[in-house]
């Protein structure tokens, strides 16, 4: 089954709090959301598979396969039963994925990017790097619920509990859980990495599903590109927790308002 979704898809299944807050931000359009309507009947309908080899540009194939390999993980987490962690978990594992990977290597409407190493890939294995990502953020996730005891308390799941489900909605199997366990491995004996060093290797695994560093001659050149990648994805994850924190509030307001007013109709 073939999906396309956008922020747009939150809403079917995230109450308004967590619409509001995802909905405020003026985020420009990039890759395959540039399109014309004319353009997006052609290559996302049932055209699709025959005009997308003619009409995509290399951005917009890998754009559209990463948004492809990351539809597969939408039907696992429809399936959980409680809607405020469902929305937690698409947030998390959909959305925050999707738009690190388009705000770090698309160009937005005025052709502006922080990096370009998708311009002249040499491959794309975009489903690892769908996968990758997942993984990443799944490991960062765990951290924030380990170290963070407030941001915790919030979310409504320490880590184990919080890796249960997440094993039990998408199988011990899924490449998402191998990418994270990864991430784990590499704080321990005999790596000892720190957090900064682990973004690092996970930014560089992304850039070595285009490039292969030995046998391309710009690579090297790019590397004030990859600080820039670092940055940015340092920020990216700092403020997925802010407007976590604020989609619960918002929630919370909500909710209580509304008891508030049953209390009085009583």
């Given at each position: 089954?073939?999906?396309?979704?956008?922020?747009?898809?939150?809403?079917?299944?995230?109450?308004?709090?967590?619409?509001?807050?995802?909905?405020?931000?003026?985020?420009?359009?990039?890759?395959?959301?540039?399109?014309?309507?004319?353009?997006?009947?052609?290559?996302?309908?049932?055209?699709?598979?025959?005009?997308?080899?003619?009409l995509y540009s290399t951005e917009e194939?890998?754009?559209?396969?990463?948004?492809?390999?990351?539809?597969?993980?939408?039907?696992?987490?429809?399936?959980?039963?409680?809607?405020?962690?469902?929305?937690?978990?698409?947030?998390?594992?959909?959305?925050?994925?999707?738009?690190?990977?388009?705000?770090?290597?698309?160009?937005?409407?005025?052709?502006?990017?922080?990096?370009?190493?998708?311009?002249?890939?040499?491959?794309?294995?975009?489903?690892?790097v769908a996968y990758l990502t997942q993984?990443?953020?799944?490991?960062?996730?765990?951290?924030?619920?380990?170290?963070?005891?407030?941001?915790?308390?919030?979310?409504?799941?320490?880590?184990?509990?919080?890796?249960?489900?997440?094993?039990?909605?998408?199988?011990?199997?899924?490449?998402?859980?191998?990418?994270?366990?990864?991430?784990?491995?590499?704080?321990?004996?005999?790596?000892?990495?720190?957090?900064?060093?682990?973004?690092?290797v996970y930014l560089d695994k992304m850039?070595?599903?285009?490039?292969?560093?030995?046998?391309?001659?710009?690579?090297?050149?790019?590397?004030?590109?990859?600080?820039?990648?670092?940055?940015?994805?340092?920020?990216?994850?700092?403020?997925?927790?802010?407007?976590?924190?604020?989609?619960?509030?918002?929630?919370?307001?909500?909710?209580?308002?509304?008891?508030?007013?049953?209390?009085?109709?009583?």
């Open positions: 089954m073939t999906c396309y979704f956008s922020r747009s898809f939150f809403r079917h299944f995230a109450p308004s709090p967590f619409q509001i807050t995802l909905e405020s931000g003026e985020n420009m359009a990039r890759g395959i959301w540039k399109n014309s309507l004319l353009k997006i009947f052609l290559t996302r309908s049932g055209l699709g598979l025959f005009f997308r080899p003619f194939r890998i754009h559209f396969d990463l948004i492809e390999s990351l539809t597969y993980s939408t039907e696992p987490i429809l399936q959980i039963i409680d809607w405020k962690t469902r929305a937690l978990f698409y947030y998390w594992l959909i959305e925050i994925p999707q738009t690190l990977f388009e705000e770090l290597f698309l160009a937005n409407e005025s052709n502006q990017r922080v990096c370009s190493f998708i311009d002249d890939a040499q491959h794309a294995q975009v489903s690892q993984g990443y953020v799944l490991y960062y996730l765990g951290k924030l619920l380990e170290m963070d005891h407030y941001f915790c308390r919030k979310f409504g799941l320490d880590v184990i509990a919080m890796h249960q489900l997440v094993c039990s909605v998408f199988g011990l199997e899924h490449p998402m859980i191998y990418y994270e366990k990864k991430f784990c491995n590499l704080e321990d004996a005999p790596q000892n990495l720190s957090q900064e060093n682990i973004q690092a850039i070595q599903a285009f490039y292969d560093k030995k046998n391309h001659t710009n690579y090297h050149q790019k590397s004030h590109e990859i600080q820039l990648c670092q940055e940015f994805c340092s920020w990216k994850m700092a403020n997925a927790r802010h407007m976590t924190l604020a989609m619960l509030a918002e929630l919370e307001q909500e909710v209580g308002g509304e008891l508030s007013v049953l209390s009085r109709l009583k």
